[in-house]
Structure formats: C-alpha cells, structure tokens
T-cell receptor, first 118, second 113 residues
C-alpha cells in the first residue's frame, strides 16, 4: 500500500528562522513521483515541486530547498529565512503509478501547519 | 498558476437541498478532478475526468454526482447530503490524465446542516 506520513502536525517558528518539514513515504513502485503543495488560508493548493523517483538531486528554488533520499524514503522540504507569508499548511503527496499512472491519483499526507511569527 | 476557479467559495445547505459546485479551468487542460478535504484527514480523491469521460470514481456515495460537459468545466451536483459531508471541496486540473502535475482551485467550503 502507498502512504505518505507527515509526522509534524504543527510547527511554529520566528521570522528569519530556517525550518524543515518532514515527509516520509511508502511505496512498492520503482517509478513514482513526489510533490509538495502549499495551502494558505485562502484554501487553494499551490504547487511547489514535483520530483520523480529517478532523480535524487536536491533542488533549490530561492528560499526553498528539497532533500530527496530514497534510502530513507524521505522527501523533506526546507524553508530558509522564513517569512510570515510562508505561514500555511504544507502537503506532501505521492503519485501512484499502478496501471502506468493511468488515474494520476495523488496520495496526500495529513499536512503540516507552519506558523511563522513576526 | 491560478487558472482554476471554483464557485461558490462558501455554501451552506440543508440535508434536503440540491446544490451544485462549479469548477472552471483556464489552462487548456484535458483532465479534471474533484477532491474532498475534511478536517484532520488527508485529501481524498473523489472523481477523475479525462477528455470529459469519467475514469475514476473512488467509491463515492451517489448523493454526489459529477458532470463534465466539456474539458474546461466540471460540476459536482449535491443531493440529500449528510452533516459529515461538510468539508472543503477542491477541484484540480492537469494537462493530461497521465503523469501530470495537478493544479488546484481555491475550493468550496461546504457546510451541511
């Protein structure tokens, strides 16, 4: 069975601190995709990144960086120098690949609420 | 991208009402999705449409009835809902059905009394 675990329910930091959001996944597929989405209070899920299972290179985009480690089945997300606007719920998701990804079904974690205090 | 819109943003309905949620995507995508987000639970995929055909129905009760008249529009018709159906309903779209990133709308927050 495929599963995504975000063990951190809530994290509170002070502005300018660095913060890492953890994501651990389970899958028996050799080919899969991992995603991070941000959900601000407005409700819309904002796509942040997509990573396939064959690309273990870490990625950096401005203050955001992602650490993908297949050996530990983790895909952690770090925000450097956090800002109040980063306050949101962050979801990690895994895309099933059964039937060649025919349904494009995303398995979401329960999310981590990040509160950045000024 | 902010090319997926949903209306209404908020909806309160009684258990005997009939209402519809609307989703429109302006991204030229061919696949659309309905998700349910309940408190303290992961997002649940409800329906998938590809090229206006339903390709996934995740054991959703028949009181939820989707409709996809064209590749830009997706509806969710609601009938005789239960209080436990109160949730945020999110629509998403992707370029194609297979292996594509999904882009989400802002959701409709539904309260069933």
């Amino acid at each position: 069975a495929q599963k995504v675990t975000q063990a951190q329910t809530e994290i509170s930091v002070v502005e300018k601190e660095d913060v890492t959001l953890d994501c651990v996944y389970e899958t028996r597929d050799t080919t899969y995709y991992l995603f991070w989405y941000k959900q601000p209070p407005s409700g819309e899920l904002v796509f942040l990144i997509r990573r396939n299972s064959f690309d273990e290179q870490n990625e950096i985009s401005g203050r955001y960086s992602w650490n993908f480690q297949k050996s530990t089945s983790s895909f952690n997300f770090t925000i450097t120098a956090s800002q109040v606007v980063d306050s949101a719920v962050y979801f990690c998701a895994l895309r099933e690949d059964e039937a060649g990804g025919a349904t494009n079904k995303l398995i979401f974690g329960t999310g981590t609420l990040l509160a950045v205090q000024p | 991208e902010t090319g997926v819109t949903q209306t209404p943003r908020h909806l309160v309905m009684g258990m005997t009402n009939k209402k519809s949620l609307k989703c429109e995507q302006h991204l030229g995508h061919n696949a659309m999705y309905w998700y349910k987000q309940s408190a303290k639970k992961p997002l649940e995929l409800m329906f998938v449409y590809s090229l206006e055909e339903r390709v996934e129905n995740n054991s959703v009760p028949s009181r939820f009835s989707p409709e996809c008249p064209n590749s830009s529009h997706l509806f969710l018709h609601l009938h005789t809902l239960q209080p436990e159906d109160s949730a945020l309903y999110l629509c998403a779209s992707s370029q194609r059905q297979y292996q594509e990133t999904q882009y989400f709308g802002p959701g409709t927050r539904l309260l069933v009394l």
